[in-house]
């Protein structure tokens, strides 16, 4: 690995965190001038086209796995929290992904409402809910849990089955459902 590489990395703690950083941020990095800043930004816009269509092409979300390597290449390594709503149809093929609320470094404001207003209109039959804490800690807080606890009924009320609430850290992620918190 370069000196480059490896400085970059001991910086900012992850290839994700340095691909996400500002641009204004990494060109005041001895060694990083306009073009392989650009170079990094564009690898970044590569590899979430090539997940995108991936999930386009099938029902790849019937795997915990297939909906963790998304969301880790889509919310790893944000500097501010954002909630995020992944959209299925009956076979939990991916009928949109959006990113609806976004924060501070600690907190983002969600909508029971708007959430709802959403699944029906891409006439969504099933949601996983993820968002990311840029601390890096995956760890459900408290309001994480009482969010999910609120909207699986409303969801359930409209016939939009609420499968998982995903939060991703660095490197890390966990599924509510697989914790037993979402039922």
């Known amino acids: 690995m370069s000196t480059l590489a490896t400085a970059l990395l001991a910086q ?30 564009a690898t970044l816009g590569i590899a979430e086209r090539l997940a995108t269509e991936a999930v386009g092409e ?8 297939a909906v963790t390597r ?16 992944l959209m299925l149809d009956s076979r939990h093929r991916l009928l949109r992904y959006e ?12 909508y029971p409402r708007e959430i709802l207003r959403r699944c029906l209109d891409v006439n969504a039959a099933a949601i996983i809910l993820a968002h990311n804490h840029p601390s890096g800690v995956a760890e459900p807080s408290v309001a994480d849990v009482a969010l ?12 939009v089955r609420l499968l998982d609430h995903v939060v991703v850290g660095l490197g890390q992620v966990v599924s509510m459902a697989e914790r037993g918190l979402v039922r």
């Open 70 to 85: 998304f969301l880790q290449l889509k919310l790893g390594g944000l500097q501010r929290e954002v909630f995020t709503c």
């Open 12 to 41: 900012f703690g992850s290839l994700t965190a340095v691909i996400r950083a500002p641009a204004e941020q990494l060109l005041r990095q001895t060694g990083l001038g306009p073009a392989k800043v650009a170079t990094l930004k």
């Open 58 to 65: 099938g029902p790849v979300f019937s795997s915990s796995a």
């Open 99 to 110: 990113e609806l609320f976004a924060g501070t470094i600690d907190s983002a404001s969600v």
């Open 148 to 159: 999910t606890e609120r909207l699986r009924p409303l969801l359930a009320e409209v016939g």
